[in-house]
């Protein structure tokens, strides 16, 4: 089956810091992928997103570049913010039981302090 | 202009009730879905509806059922609640035929059964 594993957090760094979240993923087709960012009190928003092999999603300053040979889709900004205080979601969607289906890792919870 | 609109926001009922959250978007999307976030922040998909036919149905209790009277709405009935069923339940939807299944997700409702 599908699974995504991503690093476990909280994450806490002070404002301007580099941010590194780790994802990585197990699919038996070619999923596409997604992070996905919850602010606090908030629903789910879609961050980024790759479709095929070595496409790279952009957004607010995160990146995620999607590499099959190593099953990954880390997550990266190079200076953080306060207002990047959230929970970030790692996901992927392939088809399963004839619809697409997303598949979530567990969150990581992201501080940002001043 | 919601996108994808909840009701109610927040849900406090007593065991053995039974409870309903509406769920509607107004994108015109094909499929919608609902999913429960637990305590600890992890999503599991519980159902999703692609015109009116539920598609997908994880494994959960069957004291949960979506209902959808038209394509925009997906409504979860909820009878005999238990205290295991305190979470936050997310609707999102999304357009299928796009492949790529980026799902949009309503603000969220938090049900507290004491």
């Known amino acids: 089956g599908n699974s995504v594993t991503q690093m476990e957090g909280p994450v806490t760094l002070s404002e301007e810091a580099f941010l590194t979240i780790n994802c990585t993923y197990t699919a038996t087709g070619y999923p596409s992928l997604f992070w996905y960012v919850q602010y606090p009190g908030e629903g789910l928003q879609l961050l980024l997103k790759a479709t095929k092999a070595d496409d790279k999603g952009s957004n607010k300053g995160f990146e995620a570049t999607y590499r099959k040979e190593t099953t990954s889709f880390h997550l990266e900004k190079g200076s953080v913010q306060v207002s990047d205080s959230a929970v970030y979601f790692c996901?992927?969607?392939?088809?399963?039981?004839?619809?697409?289906?997303?598949?979530f890792g567990k969150g990581t919870k992201l501080s940002v302090i001043p | 202009d919601t996108a994808v609109s909840q009701t109610p926001k927040y849900l406090v009922t007593q065991m053995g009730n039974d409870k309903s959250i509406k769920c509607e978007q107004n994108?015109?999307?094909?499929?919608m879905y609902w999913y429960k976030q637990d305590s600890k922040k992890f999503l599991k998909i519980m159902f999703s509806y692609n015109n009116k036919e539920l598609i997908i149905n994880e494994t959960v209790p069957n004291r949960f059922s979506p209902k959808s009277p038209d394509k925009a709405h997906l409504n979860l009935h909820i009878n005999s609640l238990e205290l295991g069923d305190s979470a936050v339940y997310f609707c999102?939807?999304?357009?299928?035929?796009?492949?790529?299944?980026?799902?949009?997700f309503g603000p969220g409702t938090r049900l507290t059964v004491t």
């Open positions: 996901a992927l969607s392939d088809m399963g039981a004839g619809s697409y289906q997303l598949t």
């Open positions: 994108l015109g999307h094909d499929t």
């Open positions: 999102a939807s999304s357009q299928e035929a796009r492949g790529q299944n980026e799902q949009y």
